[in-house]
């Protein structure tokens, strides 16, 4: 199983990232997968997921700032990060459900920093 994050970097408030993850190795059209992000001193926490029939769901502190999506022809999951703030600032980790509400397989992560 292998999921692989790219896209992050440095960004000023107020701009935007694409983060991207191409998976391999487990079913991805049938799988929920998500966006998740850990920050320093925290938990690691759901930013947003897409199950296989395309319905989304967001955590609060993101919603109407990011889209997730999913490219079953690529088995890859976008999200698109606009209006990023300094609290935006994170490791975020691409995972895939295949049990319970909660990722069995992680990828590395890709930092994101938001900062002027």
């Known amino acids: 199983v292998q999921l692989v994050e790219s896209g992050g970097g440095l960004v000023q408030p107020g701009g935007s990232l694409r983060l991207s993850c191409a998976t391999s190795g487990f079913p991805f059209r049938i799988s929920t997968v998500g966006w998740y992000r850990q920050a320093p001193g925290k938990e690691r926490e759901m930013v947003a997921t897409v199950r296989s029939g395309g319905s989304t769901d967001y955590a609060d502190f993101v919603k109407g700032r990011f889209a997730i999506s999913r490219d079953n022809a690529k088995n890859t999951v976008y999200l698109q990060m606009s209006s990023l703030k300094p609290e935006d600032t994170a490791v975020y980790y691409c995972?895939?459900?295949?049990?319970?509400?909660?990722?069995?397989?992680w990828g590395q992560g890709t930092q994101v920093t938001v900062s002027s």
């Open positions: 995972g895939a459900v295949q049990a319970g509400n909660w990722p069995s397989y």
